[in-house]
């Protein structure tokens, strides 16, 4: 069916890609496994639960870092995996495919998530891109042709992007390598050096979900893990506390707490006082930690507008451009690769 047409967003931990006939997306780990260097055995969610588990002679990976396309023939794979499990196994091709890219990156970069549908088997009719901020600002039900200025602070897996938007234009845009991972490092550290033991990055993930509170008086609280004693090498039970993980989050998070204050202080001043009525918009997978809004809202002076589902925003914003023609100002094709 040739008006089939498929949001994509692709980030280091995550896929998600929408569809607009079917009124659904699917979202699964940007992960593949693969054996002996030559055997796949597992693709997103599947490979995820290998991840920090496998033995030696299984890999188990993430084609996307900072961002960026690191490994297109693994990526290309989880694509066409993920497309396959979307349409429940039906071999629909000539599909229209809008992709959100990131916006702080070369355009070489960005031709990469053209090219990665474009070389897919899946054969698309047509290929459209629209930059992540922008997808985000109308995930978030911004009018983006309203000359009001609104900040975009969306925190991912590997990065945050900071935006500054207005008339539909970005005004300011930075990627900084604070999020998600960032976080889990500082847990993993934190682990290390107070309880002389050893722990990976889903278990400090586990951690994080489920302690962190980055209220003004969080409750106390503890999680029961196992951990490698550093001496022995042996595993271990261990009794984690709430303060160890938020005293190693909020540490993490204040780098970037400083960066939004710089940025604030870098934007025009009409468009600053906008914000400053309007409030902060804080989206990406990252924002799910408890009251992270709150200390953003404390430490900054602004209110903080924290989406529902915030993990989901930027392909909501991508499917919402899909559904509706207003929109299609705000997508483009790189030139070399306009279709006839």
């Known amino acids: 069916m040739s008006e089939d047409k498929f949001g994509l967003d692709i980030g280091t931990w995550n896929i998600r890609l929408s569809s607009l ?5 699917i979202s699964e780990k940007n992960f593949i496994a693969v054996k002996d260097k030559k ?3 597992g693709y997103g969610n599947d490979a995820f639960d290998m991840y920090e588990r496998a033995p030696e002679n299984i890999d188990v990976d993430f084609p996307v870092h900072d961002s960026v ?8 794979m989880i694509l066409e995996y993920i497309y396959k499990k979307l349409n429940r196994g039906k ?9 959100s890219v990131p916006t702080d990156t070369t355009e070489v970069e960005k031709r990469a998530f053209h090219e990665l549908v474009a070389n897919s088997k899946l054969r698309a009719r047509s290929i459209s891109m629209v930059e992540k901020s922008v997808a985000d600002a109308i995930g978030c039900g911004i009018d983006i042709k309203s000359p009001k200025g609104n900040f975009i602070v969306n925190m991912g897996a590997d990065t945050t992007d900071l935006t500054v938007m207005s008339l539909g234009s970005i005004v300011i845009n ?13 847990i993993i550290n934190a682990v290390k050096q107070t309880e002389q033991k050893l722990i990976g990055y889903k278990t400090a993930e586990a951690l994080k979900i489920n302690l962190a509170d980055m209220g003004e008086k969080p409750e106390p609280g503890e999680m029961k893990i196992f951990a490698s004693q550093m001496a022995s090498g042996l595993p271990a039970r261990t009794i984690i506390s709430s303060d160890l993980v938020n005293n190693a989050v909020k540490g993490a998070l204040m780098p970037l707490l400083d960066l939004i204050r710089n940025t604030l202080e870098k934007t025009p001043p009409e468009l600053a006082a906008d914000i400053i009525e309007n409030g902060i918009y804080l989206l990406g997978g990252s924002a799910s930690m408890k009251n992270i ?3 953003f809202a404390r430490v ?17 914003g991508v499917t919402t451009i899909l559904n509706n023609s207003r929109f299609d100002s705000v997508r483009y094709i790189p030139k070399e690769k306009e279709y006839n």
């Open 21 to 25: 006939s079917a009124g659904t997306f």
């Open 39 to 41: 055997y796949i055995i």
């Open 69 to 76: 396309i690191s490994e297109i023939d693994k990526m290309q």
């Open 91 to 99: 071999n629909i091709k000539g599909g229209h495919f809008l992709i």
């Open 174 to 186: 930075h990627s900084v390598k604070i999020a998600g991972r960032k976080f889990d490092e500082a």
């Open 293 to 295: 809004g709150s200390l």
């Open 300 to 316: 900054t002076g602004i209110k903080v507008k924290l989406l529902k589902d915030p993990a989901n925003s930027t392909i909501r």
